[in-house]
């Protein structure tokens, strides 16, 4: 994922009668320093981002992302993100991807400390080749996620819906899991409830039906889940949001975890349990997700 | 708080025959660009940090800081921080510090995107007047961590034991404070304990008793309590850990939060009931932690 372009964004410049925003952008070499030490992103990880697919030049569900990414940004008391401009960032950066797999990251950081605004930028990378995950599988462990399911309701402070900078608790959760021998990993709530994954939301099949753990602040509502279950309902299946059980894993027909690089990932051991793999319906599954979508 | 010093670190350089440091450092311009879009800690506040209080010159309790820097790299599978390299960085960095209170900050990141090794920088910079603070005290509200005391126990990868630079829940916690127009929080538990402040811990008086909340892997251990329980034993006090129920804010015959810059402010009131202040021992432990301490 070696970064081949980046764009700092200047969120102050961003009045609306603005027609074309390239005056407030500027490039800069993504290998060259172009962050101060001051900076509230790198200090306290005070800030929120988006990662968006891009296949053969195409970015995916840019919508969907600038939604969720101005959702973000009132969680965490930021300026709104003017969707204007950062359609038109994005619409640069993909202009730089070449062929094949791409990711585009959208970041809004509170700014250089005691500074006067936030600062933003845009890069682009060339994606990791997702493609064991897609066909092989992933083996994922449950891991407790400390919370109980009606924490964000009574504690909005805790930031659960957004997607922000402080990521330290995901990672370590991926490195518990690679320690313990699988690929990922689900957070589970400590009443007893299903969540999404450090990095990716979670899909199940019981027969016709797809079920994800419904988004009501404890998790992210991912982009991805999102356009599969408007492909997967015009193809004829139920798609439910429901507060899911831990033990629903393991009477599931199939499962995945399903994030805009990665794409959808078919889990084939929970906790070192088998689960079944339907491969037919996850390569069909991909390739909706492979093909260009707004 | 303006940055007024920056020192890049090269971890990777600090072999240990090594006697002088100086050829790992490279002083940078604060006010510039030094660090790339691709860091780690920007892009996931993935790192660790101290913040450390500096008294004309001199920095307070470094041996103490970099024993949490080491205890958080061991938590976040960081490696190892050279105590010595950074030592002598803290030593750099406070030369460059002239009379009067300053702060000085390590951070220690996972470093770039798939690059070789961590990064790590050190600041200084002139410190907030916080005489207000500390004189006239600060109103507090305790606000739900979302966590039972046990969840560090039951789940390491939550990573509440380190110091991490993901703190945009303890930066969210100030906004929710100030919304309710306190000047800071108080962390308590699920099961109805108290932890510690978003940037500080909590001591109570009783009687002739000194409490603090037990460290047991839910907080950060302070380096300013521990000094200043040493200071309170060697004057008479008895000082002890306990898990201390949120019921016991309320019967406190005094209460403070600590921390390295801002040390003790005295609690006038918690949500909006009032807490006794003693204002002649306030004094005496703020010229306690302002003598040179090590
Ligand atoms: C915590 C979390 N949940 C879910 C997702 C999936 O979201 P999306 O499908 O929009 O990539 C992500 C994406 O990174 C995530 O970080
Ligand atoms: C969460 C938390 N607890 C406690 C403290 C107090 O630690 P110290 O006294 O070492 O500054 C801090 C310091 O910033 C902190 O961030």
Redesign the interface.
Known sequence: ???HF?LMIDPAASDDARTDFSETFTA?D??????????L???????I?ESIGVVDGHAQEVGAHLSRLAHSAQL??LPQPNARQWREAVTRAAAECGPGEAVI?L?L??GI??GPTPTA?V?AATAADNTRARTRGIRVVT??????LD?PT??????LG?K??????????L??AHRRGADDAIFTT?DGFVLEAPTASLILRRGDTFVTPAPHGGILHGTTQLSLFDHLAAEGYETVYENVPASALHTADAAWLVSSVRLAAPITAIDDVDVPVDAELTAAVNAYLLSPRD
């Open positions: 994922m070696a970064l980046a800069v993504p290998a060259a320093p172009a962050l101060t030490v001051g900076e992103s790198t200090q306290r990880g005070d800030g981002f965490c008391d990251k970041i950081s509170r400390e005691h930028w890069t891991l407790d996620r400390g919370y109980t924490a009574r504690a909005p402070w805790l930031l957004a922000t900078l402080s990521y330290a608790v995901n990672m370590a959760a490195r518990e400590t």
